[in-house]
């Protein structure tokens, strides 16, 4: 078996235009994006000379203006369309979210509507025995599973259909602008549901223009222009590459500014090297984890009280900034994020020259290599400044326990539970040994502390 | 080749579309699926009365079973082919949103067709044993091939609604030209007459051209002569059953890529 999930190869569609007359709704993205009037050509090309891959379990988003052939590439994925040139393959069975609901037949019950359905995406109907009870509970209208689909609200319509849709155990799972659908508790189901999803392997392509899906979901982005990639790569800055290309659009940026982007936007691949981009009004000259004296710290044990300092250098004054920093893991995982725009810190004036200081009392991460980012940008996402990986640093812990957070914690134990705690130092010491060296030292008193781990010996 | 696997393959999708059909055609209205059987039913005693009381037809007799065995076949082709010219337009949701085997749609339509086709059926046996009761005709053992016959239509009208399916949807005319074909293609049928009594060569000769033909003739024999089919008429019958589908499978073959950006 390859290990992509989804390959295309120089993949382009052209759209035939066809006589006088011939309505065609798929043209939508040609119209937008050429004047048919001065273009006379018979075809449109809504994606040209596109070739990426996806790889099993990754989460990939694509973004783009409207017309910009987004839905065109994820038809061509899920086989709807076929390419003019170039080649697809996609391994697995695909499901693809492109209309909810879009099979259901008005006259005939819910429950009759998921049979049909489950089948058309591929599902037996066994399979879908199942997982009938499942879907209903999903959607969350079992009360009127036995009626006409045609008494629905628009709501439960689309319920219905991301229920069953996802429960069609995809190997790739195609998403076009449906995790806005329903109520906010709906929307929130579907989007924990897509994270389930990602966790368990399926691999995922969205098409949407809610951009902070894209930086919270996927793992890679690509931004398709005019039918063309334009960048792909790592989410946050795909995103912010495109918001600074829209927002260029509509005001003119100052000109050093310009000359400062074209400077900051070198993506690298190395994980280990820092990766910065920007428009560059202000900049984030200095990024550093401190301790409580301002010292540099490049490791840090628990308990030790931290800062994340941030040296700003102002070129063009702002009204609308942000600060935010992001602690990850070296695997990608984020540890914590936050902004002062989400802490209800609003910004007034950036004059001038300053110092930002993240204080944490303590910063009890599990053992492991981190990263920090830091960055400035507008409240709607526009950087100024983003330094992904601005530090890296290495935690390190006596305790070998896992995950990314470590509450502060103690055990304790009551009745007829016998425990004695053993020093981690020798933890690797065969445990004969170790009782000897224990019983040569004088035996320490079962005290609980804050934050000190105390463990069970067997 | 590829066709026929894929058809293999969603059969459970066509079955079920097929009875989301029926059951969506008479949900809703009180006597629900009995209009299946009524239909056909009103219909034979319209015709029982008219021409028995008010045009009774020398043809041959009784007039109205044979007229019945000959008209069940032929509405089952003009109905499946004339709704398959919209089947993928109708539901261009589904060619252009879901992943969805376009093939599927005509022949959920020809499959639905076929059910109300086979639903008279029983219609037609009851009234012949009542005329038979009545001593206007003899059953006869060739009525059980039937179902021999049917499949060999199916396969005749499947493919012929393959080729309108997909055809239809790139020339939208096709389904007009093919309603007024239709309603000439059933005078140029022997249904209302017996293909020997014509008396016009060269109409004759448009009567044999008809592919239809064979198929009406030969049900009118086993229905109602109680004589097994010609051999021309089964030759010609097996023909264009194959013909039919071979056309159907090439030209939707041709046309499958282009129709969800067609429609």
């Keep these: ?458 | 080749m590829e066709s026929l696997r894929t058809l293999y393959r969603y059969r459970q999708l066509i079955a079920a579309l097929t009875a989301r059909d029926l059951k969506a055609r008479y949900r809703g209205s009180i006597l629900g699926f009995f209009w299946s059987l009524a239909n056909p039913l009103l219909l034979l005693t319209v015709y029982t009365v008219v021409f028995t009381f008010f045009f009774p037809s020398n043809v041959v007799h009784p007039y109205p079973l044979f007229l019945f065995s000959g008209i069940l076949p032929w509405t089952f082709f003009s109905a499946a082919v004339l709704e398959s010219t919209t089947s993928i337009s109708s539901n261009a949701g589904l060619i252009k949103k879901v992943m969805f085997p376009a093939e599927a749609l005509p022949l959920v339509t020809v499959a639905s067709h076929l059910v109300h086709f086979a639903l008279a059926m029983p219609i037609l046996l009851i009234a012949t044993v009542g005329f038979a009761l009545h001593g206007d005709i003899t059953l006869s053992a060739t009525m059980l091939l039937v179902p021999f016959l049917m499949i060999l239509q199916t396969l005749f009208v499947a493919g012929i609604a393959m080729t309108v399916a997909s055809a239809s949807v790139l020339f939208r005319d096709l389904r007009d030209i093919l309603t007024n074909l239709m309603q000439l293609g059933f005078f140029v049928t022997p249904i209302l007459y017996l293909i020997d009594r014509v008396a016009s060569r060269p109409f004759r000769a448009l009567l044999r051209l008809n592919p239809m033909t064979p198929f009406v003739v030969s049900y009118q024999d086993v229905l109602f002569f109680g004589h097994l089919p010609g051999i021309a008429d089964t030759l010609l019958m097996l023909a264009y059953a194959f013909v039919s589908v071979a056309m159907g499978i090439t030209v939707f073959g041709r046309l499958r890529d282009t129709l969800a950006e067609a429609i």
């Design chain 1, 1 to 458: 078996m390859p290990d992509y999930a989804i390959a295309l190869t120089n993949v382009s569609k052209s759209y035939r235009l066809w006589g006088r007359g011939s309505q065609f709704a798929t043209l939508k993205s040609a119209l937008l994006k050429r004047d048919l009037a001065l273009t006379p050509e018979t075809s449109v090309e809504a994606v040209r000379d596109v070739s990426f891959a996806v790889d099993r379990g990754e989460a990939f988003g694509i973004i783009g203006r409207n017309g910009s052939g987004k839905s065109t590439l994820l038809k061509l994925i899920s086989g709807i369309l076929k390419p003019t040139t170039g080649s697809v393959r996609v391994n697995g069975r695909v499901a693809a979210l492109i209309e909810l609901g879009a099979g259901f037949h008005p006259e005939i019950t819910g429950r009759e509507n998921i049979y049909i359905n489950g089948i058309m995406l591929g599902l037996s109907r066994k399979e879908i025995d199942a997982r009938f009870d499942q879907i209903v509970a999903f959607s969350g209208i079992p009360d009127f599973i036995d009626q006409p689909v045609k008494t629905y609200s628009s709501g439960m319509y689309v319920r219905l259909g991301f229920a069953v849709a996802v429960h069609v155990d995809p190997d790739v799972l195609l998403i076009d602008e449906v995790l806005s659908v329903g109520d906010e508790e709906f929307a929130a189901k579907c989007v924990a549901k897509i994270q389930e999803m990602k966790y368990r392997g399926v691999t995922l392509v969205f098409v949407t223009h809610q951009l902070d899906q894209v930086r919270n979901l996927c793992d890679r982005a690509l931004w398709l222009d005019h039918g063309e990639p334009e960048t792909i790569g790592d989410p946050v800055r795909v995103v912010d590459a495109y918001l600074q290309a829209v927002s260029s659009t509509q005001t003119v940026p100052p000109r050093a500014a310009t000359d400062e982007t074209k400077k900051l936007e070198t993506p690298r691949d190395d994980p280990n090297e820092e990766e910065r981009w920007g428009s560059g009004e202000v900049v984030l000259s200095r990024v550093a984890l401190v301790d409580n004296r301002g010292d540099e710290l490049v490791a840090l044990g628990p308990g030790t009280p931290v800062a994340i300092e941030m040296d700003i250098t102002v070129r063009v004054p702002q009204d609308d900034f942000v600060f935010g920093i992001g602690i990850y893991h070296a695997d990608g995982t984020c540890v914590y994020g936050t902004n002062t725009d989400l802490e209800g810190l609003m910004p007034e004036r950036l004059e001038s020259n300053g110092r930002v200081r993240f204080i944490m009392p303590a910063l009890d991460l599990v053992a492991g290599t981190y990263r920090i980012d830091a960055a400035i940008h507008t409240r709607n996402g526009r950087a100024f400044d983003y330094r992904r990986g601005a530090i890296r640093f290495v935690a390190g812990s006596r305790v070998h326990d896992i995950g990314v957070y470590r509450p502060k914690h103690q055990w304790k134990f009551e009745g007829g539970i016998a425990i004695k705690e053993i020093d981690l130092e020798q933890r690797n010491v065969p445990i004969e040994v170790a009782e000897a060296m224990r019983e040569a030292r004088k035996p320490k008193t079962f005290n609980h502390r804050d934050t000190e781990n105390t463990e069970k010996s067997q």
